[in-house]
C-alpha cells in the first residue's frame, strides 16, 4: 500500500511503537526559543539531568521579545543563552544575529527534506514547507526532545489538499491558506497532517509555501507538509551543494519523502483556484474569513506587516509595491517587522525600507513582538488591526483588541486608505 | 498520580484557546506558581467571572476544540497550580491535549450528547466530579442529582498518568 510523506518519514524514523498507533520518533533538529524552552531548561537543572542529546542538533534562538524589554524578557534571555554556551550550542541566534524563529532557521539550511523537527512552539508546522515533518510541541516534550531526541507522535494521518487552475492576480498564498481554513474549520485537521498539492503549490516559492504550512496548526493540524521539488533544492542548494554532484541528483534523492500516488488520505479537498478572492478574517477565530471586498467598512486604527507568516522578502515587496510613492492615511499606525536580518539587509539594499519609511511605517528589528501582543505594537482595548500574522484570537494582539488577517498586499492596501481594502494588484474578475 | 477531583467548572463554548486560557503577555514568567492569578483571564463568557470560578474550581467541563491555538504549556500549568488537574470535553487540540498527559494531568474526552447532557443536568447547580482510575468512570453529583459517565483514554496516555509525565517515562525507556 503507498504512504502519504509523513508515513514515510515517520517510517524512516521509529525508535519504538510503545502502544497502538503511539510512535516514538528520532529527531533531526529540536529548535528552542526563549519563551518556552527556560522552563525545560530549569526544570532539567532541578531534574539534575541538564544535558543535550546532541549541541549540533538544537539549534536556539531569541526572537519573541528582543531586544529584552524589561527584566522578566530578560531573565529569560539570560537563561537559553547560558545554556547554549554551557552546551556549546553553536547555532544560538543572539540579538544583532536573531529573528523570527521560522524565518531563521529555514534560511541558514536547518530543514531538510525528510527530517524530523520539533520546536516548543505551535508554528512549528512551516518547516514542513521543506517536505520535512515539523510539529509545535508543549515545554515537557521539548524537554525529552533535548535530552534524549526523541518525541512521541500518534502516527499522522494526512489531508490531501490539491490546488490547481489559475490562481488570480492579487491574491497569494496567505489568500488560500486562510480559504482552506474557512473551509476546514479550527478543528477540521486536528491529529493529522496536512499535505498541499497542485500545480499552484508546485508553483509557488519556498516562501509562499512556508506561509502556507505556517497556518497549518490554525485548522488544528499537526505539520503542513508540501512535497520536495527543484524548488526545494535550488532553495537548499547553498547548503547541500557538498552532499550531492548536482541538484537533480539532490532531486532523485529527495523523491523519496514524495507520496506514492496510491498513498491513503483521511480526506482529500480539492481547491480550484480560479475561484480565489483575496479574503480577511472578521472574528475571534481563523475560520472566519470573508473577502475583503465584503469587509470594506472596517476601519483599522494599525497596519502589521511581518511575523513567521508574512515578513519574508517576498512579503516585503509586494507590500512595498502597493505603499510605492504613497503615504499610509493619517491616523494609521504602520509597523513592519521584517523577519530576519537577512531579510532586512536584503529589503535595505531593494530600497524597500525606504519605501516604507517614506510611506510613513515605523520599521522595527526582526521579532515575534506585535503578533503576540508582547511587544512592539500592541494593541490598546477597542483598537483594530490589519495584521499579516496568523492569529485574530481575543487579546491576542492586545486585551481588547481586534485582528484582521490578511496578506501583506491587503494590509498595505489598508494602510493607505485606513478600512480594509483590497490592492490594486487584485482586479476581481481579470486573471 | 495527581488527583481529579472537585468542584466543577462549566465553560459552555467551543474552541476556547491558549490565548484565552492564559493570554501571552504572561509568558515571560519562568515558574509555574506565577501564572496564578491569570488562568481564564481574557475568557469572556456570560456569567463567568475568571477570578471567583477558577478559585473554587478542580475541574473544568467545556465543549469541543479546547485548548487550541499555541503550544505553550503555560495553559495546562495554569491549570495545575489553580489545582485544576482535569478537563472534560467534547474534543481538544493536539499539544493542548498532549501537554496535559506529559504533565501528568487529564485531557478527557467525552461524546457531545453526553457533554450536551451533563451541561444541561448540571451547569446551573454546584457539581462535584469524582474520577475512578480503576473503573475508568466520571460521577458527576450534587445535592439533588447524580450520574456516572465512562470514560476511555489511551494505553500511553494512562502510562504518562501513572509515571507523572513524560519526562519521568522517557528518561527511563529511551
Given at each position: 500500500m503507498g504512504k502519504t510523506i509523513a508515513e514515510k518519514i515517520f517510517d524512516s524514523h521509529r525508535v519504538d511503537n510503545p502502544f497502538g498507533d503511539i510512535h516514538v520518533i528520532n529527531l533531526d533538529?529540536?529548535?528552542?526559543?526563549?519563551?518556552?524552552?527556560?522552563?525545560?531548561?530549569?526544570?532539567?537543572?532541578?531534574?539534575?539531568?541538564?544535558?543535550?542529546?546532541?549541541?549540533?542538533?538544537?539549534?536556539a534562538v531569541i526572537d519573541h521579545v528582543t531586544p529584552a524589554k524589561d527584566s522578566k524578557t530578560a531573565m529569560q534571555g539570560k537563561i537559553i543563552r547560558d545554556w547554549a554556551n554551557r552546551h556549546n550550542i553553536k547555532d544560538f541566534f543572539?540579538?544583532?544575529?536573531?529573528?523570527?524563529?521560522?524565518?531563521?532557521?529555514?534560511?541558514?539550511?536547518?530543514?531538510?527534506?525528510?527530517?524530523?523537527?520539533?520546536?516548543?512552539?505551535?508554528?512549528?508546522?512551516?518547516?514542513?514547507?521543506?517536505?520535512?515533518?515539523?510539529?509545535?510541541?508543549?515545554?515537557?516534550?521539548?524537554?525529552?526532545?533535548?535530552?534524549?531526541?526523541?518525541?512521541?507522535?500518534?502516527?499522522?494521518?494526512s489531508i490531501k489538499i490539491s490546488v490547481n487552475g489559475a490562481l488570480p492576480q492579487g491574491v497569494f498564498a496567505k489568500d488560500v491558506i486562510l480559504a482552506i481554513i474557512g473551509k476546514l474549520g479550527v478543528n477540521g485537521a486536528t491529529n493529522k497532517v496536512i499535505e498541499f498539492t497542485g500545480n499552484v503549490i508546485d508553483a509557488m516559492s519556498m516562501e509562499s509555501r512556508m506561509t502556507l504550512c505556517n497556518m497549518a496548526v490554525e485548522a488544528g493540524g499537526t505539520s503542513g507538509i508540501c512535497a520536495p521539488d527543484m524548488v526545494t533544492v535550488d532553495y537548499l542548494w547553498q547548503f547541500i551543494s557538498n552532499d550531492f554532484s548536482s541538484r537533480e541528483e539532490a532531486f532523485e534523492k529527495y523523491l523519496e519523502f514524495t507520496a506514492d500516488p496510491d498513498a491513503t488520505y483521511a480526506q482529500v479537498i480539492e481547491i480550484d483556484a480560479a475561484t480565489l478572492v483575496p479574503v480577511t478574517t472578521f472574528g475571534y477565530k481563523p475560520d472566519q474569513v470573508r473577502p475583503v471586498s465584503e469587509m470594506s467598512s472596517a476601519k483599522v486604527d494599525q497596519v502589521y506587516i511581518g511575523s513567521c507568516t508574512n515578513g519574508r522578502i517576498e512579503d516585503l515587496r509586494i507590500a512595498a509595491r502597493i505603499l510605492d510613492g504613497k503615504h499610509i492615511k493619517k491616523g494609521v499606525r504602520g509597523v513592519v517587522s521584517p523577519a530576519s536580518p537577512a531579510i532586512y539587509s536584503r529589503a535595505l539594499e531593494e530600497g524597500i525600507i525606504k519605501i516604507f519609511m517614506d510611506a510613513g511605517f515605523c520599521v522595527t528589528n526582526p521579532t515575534c513582538g506585535a503578533c503576540l501582543g508582547m511587544s512592539n505594537g500592541v494593541l490598546a482595548a477597542g483598537e483594530v488591526c490589519a495584521s499579516t500574522t496568523n492569529r485574530n484570537f481575543s487579546g491576542r494582539m492586545g486585551k481588547g483588541g481586534m485582528v484582521h488577517l490578511m496578506s501583506p498586499a491587503s494590509a498595505a492596501a489598508t494602510a493607505l486608505t485606513g478600512t480594509i481594502t483590497n490592492s490594486t494588484l487584485y482586479k476581481a474578475g481579470e486573471k | 498520580?495527581?488527583?481529579?477531583?472537585?468542584?466543577?467548572?462549566?465553560?459552555?463554548?467551543?474552541?476556547?484557546?491558549?490565548?484565552?486560557?492564559?493570554?501571552?503577555?504572561?509568558?515571560?514568567?519562568?515558574?509555574?506558581?506565577?501564572?496564578?492569578?491569570?488562568?481564564?483571564?481574557?475568557?469572556?463568557?456570560?456569567?463567568?467571572?475568571?477570578?471567583?470560578?477558577?478559585?473554587?474550581?478542580?475541574?473544568?467541563?467545556?465543549?469541543?476544540?479546547?485548548?487550541?491555538?499555541?503550544?505553550?504549556?503555560?495553559?495546562?500549568?495554569?491549570?495545575?497550580?489553580?489545582?485544576?488537574?482535569?478537563?472534560?470535553?467534547?474534543?481538544f487540540a493536539r499539544i493542548f491535549k498532549q501537554n496535559m498527559f506529559n504533565g501528568g494531568m487529564m485531557a478527557v474526552e467525552l461524546s457531545a450528547g453526553a457533554l450536551?447532557?451533563?451541561?444541561?443536568?448540571?451547569?446551573?447547580?454546584?457539581?462535584?466530579?469524582?474520577?475512578?482510575?480503576?473503573?475508568?468512570?466520571?460521577?458527576?453529583?450534587?445535592?439533588?442529582?447524580?450520574?456516572?459517565?465512562p470514560f476511555a483514554i489511551s494505553d500511553f496516555n494512562r502510562a504518562l498518568v501513572e509515571a507523572g509525565g513524560w519526562v519521568g517515562y522517557a528518561d527511563s525507556k529511551y
Open positions: 533538529a529540536v529548535f528552542c526559543h526563549e519563551i518556552t524552552t527556560p522552563v525545560a531548561i530549569n526544570d532539567l537543572v532541578a531534574r539534575d539531568m541538564d544535558r543535550v542529546f546532541d549541541p549540533t542538533k538544537i539549534k543572539d540579538i544583532g544575529e536573531n529573528g523570527v524563529c521560522h524565518a531563521l532557521f529555514p534560511e541558514k539550511g536547518f530543514v531538510r527534506p525528510g527530517y524530523t523537527v520539533i520546536m516548543g512552539d505551535s508554528h512549528t508546522c512551516t518547516h514542513g514547507a521543506f517536505g520535512a515533518f515539523a510539529a509545535g510541541v508543549g515545554t515537557t516534550d521539548l524537554e525529552v526532545g533535548i535530552l534524549k531526541g526523541v518525541c512521541a507522535f500518534q502516527y499522522p494521518e | 498520580m495527581k488527583k481529579f477531583n472537585g468542584k466543577a467548572m462549566f465553560l459552555d463554548r467551543g474552541d476556547i484557546n491558549t490565548d484565552e486560557i492564559i493570554p501571552a503577555r504572561y509568558l515571560t514568567e519562568i515558574t509555574k506558581e506565577a501564572l496564578k492569578p491569570y488562568l481564564l483571564e481574557d475568557l469572556i463568557l456570560p456569567g463567568f467571572n475568571a477570578q471567583a470560578d477558577v478559585e473554587k474550581s478542580n475541574v473544568v467541563v467545556t465543549r469541543a476544540n479546547f485548548g487550541c491555538g499555541s503550544s505553550r504549556e503555560h495553559a495546562p500549568w495554569a491549570l495545575e497550580v489553580n489545582a485544576i488537574n482535569i478537563v472534560i470535553a467534547e474534543s450536551d447532557r451533563i451541561f444541561k443536568k448540571f451547569a446551573k447547580s454546584e457539581t462535584t466530579v469524582t474520577t475512578d482510575m480503576d473503573k475508568m468512570t466520571l460521577r458527576f453529583v450534587t445535592a439533588d442529582e447524580e450520574e456516572i459517565f
